[in-house]
């Protein structure tokens, strides 16, 4: 096969698209706000996360962290920061495009909303808890970096078994990789 015809399979094939998401740590002194999904949710019902959602077009990754922050919780931060991307594969349709931020609140007034209960969490009481898989140690990288560190990079997919499988990078995606 001639380096024209390798090109031209390789572009003719479907491009690799992801839907674009935010998890978000909003923290009041050394507690974090998470939330306990409601009985009816669809995916991580009863079990704690941190507040995120979709970026909808036209929105930045900061804009929707703020606005799916103040959607579930009725919070207001300050210091909004982009502490990781993730890619993650999921076994049909397109892959998922994760920012996970971390903030300060405003106040510790929160509203709750119809996602969950909202709970503030001593960040070393949060691996007791039930939560989604990847939490405990999402969590260790976000408040685990040094300040003005660059964002770390990860990956997740699932294997045969169906189980999670999670690379956590703390240099940028790929930094600490030899190519």
């Not at 996360?49 to 930045?60: A, F, I, K, P």
């Not at 919780?73 to 998922?96: F, H, K, N, S, W």
Request: charged share 20%.
């Amino acid at each position: 096969m001639t380096n024209s015809q390798l090109l031209i399979t390789k572009y003719s094939l479907p491009r690799y698209s992801v839907v674009l998401r935010v998890l978000c740590f909003v923290t009041s002194g050394d507690e974090v706000l998470l939330l306990k999904g409601a009985p009816n949710k669809k995916l991580w019902a009863g079990k704690y996360n941190g507040l995120g959602g979709h970026v909808e077009r036209g929105e930045s990754v900061h804009a929707a962290a703020r606005r799916e922050i103040w959607e579930e919780a009725g919070l207001a931060v300050t210091d909004l920061r982009l502490c990781g991307v993730i890619m993650i594969d999921v076994e049909a349709g397109p892959g998922i495009g994760m920012f996970v931020f971390n903030a300060t609140a405003a106040s510790r007034a929160v509203t709750a909303s119809a996602e969950g209960a909202l709970a503030w969490v001593p960040r070393g009481q949060v691996a007791e808890l039930e939560t989604v898989e990847d939490l405990p140690r999402l969590i260790h990288f976000v408040f685990g970096q040094p300040p003005g560190a660059p964002p770390f990079g990860g990956h997740y997919s699932y294997g045969p078994d169906g189980r999670l499988q999670m690379e956590i990078f703390s240099e940028p995606m790929g930094a600490d990789r030899p190519l």
